[in-house]
């Protein structure tokens, strides 16, 4: 019996390590298992790591730098309203959920999915407008980010990828190009084709913003937006490139 006795108190004691050890650099959260932390627990933060505490609908903490702490002396303390729990319930655990998100900037290509048809002064029916390059995401930095992230994604996933964001951009990707580009051939009284040349940057710059509204509806930010080509089909290249030596006469 008091062997028994013994074993119910470690037991309730419980020293957990909660950590990611991140086996695959394409999954964005990890969701550490279990839902009640013991006292005697600790918390490892690895590098490119964020610690979200959650508990009863509410982001009790965020923390993000790296090392191994102590939950009760190091943790509980930050706790909004978990503070003293371990105090008051002695050796009963904490309730709370733990989520880990990868924090690191994540570099991930772009194409648009067929050519996007822009109506022009030359060709009222549109011109095929290809584009590819990059674009730059992370998680949020606030606490509505984290919040977003938990009921729109963590809540209901398993796991979250870099292919999910990509997906996710592309299925956005045509409309939004399309309307930045029409927005910036207003500002340039020219030759459409050349317009769009242009005004890559200001284009870029629109993108970005729009996929930045899109992505922090679960939590995540568009950082920037880099378009490295625009291409069009042989024919309409080279009435552009006509264009362009007109233009310099």
Excluded at 224 to 247: G, K, L, M, W
Aim: hydrophobic share 40%; aromatic share 10%.
């Amino acid at each position: 019996l008091r062997k028994g006795v013994f074993f119910m108190a470690w037991f309730g004691q419980g020293r957990d390590t909660i950590e990611w050890n991140e086996s695959r650099m394409d999954v964005l959260f990890y969701k550490w298992p279990r839902d009640e932390i013991k006292k005697g627990s600790h918390l490892i933060i690895r590098p490119g790591q964020k610690a979200i505490f959650y508990a009863d609908r509410v982001v009790e903490g965020v923390f993000e730098n790296e090392g191994n702490f102590d939950i009760v002396t190091e943790i509980t303390p930050f706790l909004s309203t978990l503070k003293g729990w371990f105090q008051l319930r002695g050796d009963t655990g904490m309730r709370a959920e733990v989520y880990f998100i990868n924090t690191k900037e994540l570099t991930l290509n772009w194409g648009t999915r067929q050519r996007i048809m822009i109506p022009t002064p030359e060709v009222p029916t549109g011109i095929p407008v290809g584009m590819n390059g990059n674009v730059v995401v992370k998680f949020g930095e606030n606490s509505e980010d984290y919040k977003s992230f938990i009921t729109n994604i963590a809540g209901v996933r398993d796991a979250f990828t870099v292919d999910d964001i990509s997906e996710r951009i592309m299925g956005e990707l045509n409309a939004v190009i399309a309307e930045a580009i029409l927005k910036g051939q207003s500002n340039i009284p020219t030759n459409a084709l050349i317009s769009i040349q242009a005004n890559n940057r200001s284009i870029a710059k629109e993108v970005c913003a729009e996929l930045d509204k899109e992505l922090s509806e679960f939590g995540m930010r568009a950082v920037d937006f880099i378009i490295a080509d625009v291409n069009y089909p042989e024919e309409v290249q080279r009435v552009a490139e006509q264009a362009a030596a007109t233009s310099f006469v």
